[in-house]
T-cell receptor
Framework: NAGVTQTPKFQVLKTGQSMTLQCAQD?????MSWYRQDPGMGLRLIHY???????DQGEVPNGYNVSRSTTEDFPLRLLSAAPSQTSVYFC??????????????FGPGTRLTVT | AQRVTQPEKLLSVFKGAPVELKCNYS??????LFWYVQYSRQRLQLLLR??SRESIKGFTADLNKGETSFHLKKPFAQEEDSAMYYC???????????FGTGTRLLVSP
């Protein structure tokens, strides 16, 4: 299993540009989420999904969109990039259910710089 | 609202010294607490869960509901323990995790 994969690993954007960060998992996990990691702020939840067709907002959703058309994929879209969105972005997934492990598996991260 | 507080941004100790990384939470119900670790150039991974009550890599953590704490402890730190440590809370009935701001542990020889 590849686990949770993210592309690209690095990205530089100009203010106002849009882009999509890709996330995929091959573990058939129902739950997927996006975090941003900033110095001194820890990991903050952007959006999450408990299954295909279902998404919800986390702590810091503004400026980001998500969709979940399949169980495997959970892309994060930056609509109009701003310097404040410079961060490291992590995607994570975990299984849901009474007999499931509660461990959340993380991707390797995407380092985004907005100039 | 649920919150996780890790008061120390950086904890620096010498090899062989005891380590305690502090974590406090605010939640009125029954929480699930976790410690996640991120070693240099590696992805975040689960270190331990309070439900398991296990020791991983010599680390233990006890949930103290009276003090709303879940401190991570190790009696003798090793250089390979140097990493970023995050405490996380899962609220009953929900899947999402709330993370603290993290503590960087540096273990010097």
């Amino acid at each position: 299993n590849a686990g949770v994969t993210q592309t690209p690993k690095f990205q530089v954007l100009k203010t106002g540009q849009s882009m999509t960060l890709q996330c995929a998992q091959d573990m058939n996990h129902e739950y997927m989420s996006w975090y941003r990691q900033d110095p001194g702020m820890g990991l903050r939840l952007i959006h999450y999904s408990v299954g295909a067709g279902i998404t919800d907002q986390g702590e810091v959703p503004n400026g980001y969109n998500v969709s979940r058309s399949t169980t495997e994929d959970f892309p994060l879209r930056l609509l109009s990039a701003a310097p404040s969105q410079t961060s490291v972005y992590f995607c994570a997934s975990k299984k849901v259910g009474a007999d499931a492990s509660y461990e959340q598996y993380f991707g390797p991260g995407t380092r985004l710089t907005v100039t | 609202a649920q919150r996780v507080t890790q008061p120390e941004k950086l904890l620096s100790v010498f090899k062989g010294a005891p380590v305690e990384l502090k974590c406090n939470y605010s939640y009125s119900g029954s929480p699930e607490l976790f410690w996640y670790v991120q070693y240099s150039r590696q992805r975040l991974q689960l270190l331990l869960r309070h439900i398991s009550r296990e020791s991983i890599k010599g680390f233990t953590a006890d949930l103290n509901k009276g003090e709303t704490s879940f401190h991570l402890k190790k009696p003798f730190a090793q250089e390979e323990d140097s990493a970023m440590y995050y405490c996380a809370l899962r609220v009953s009935g929900f899947q999402k995790l709330v993370f603290g701001t993290g503590t960087r542990l540096l273990v010097s020889p």
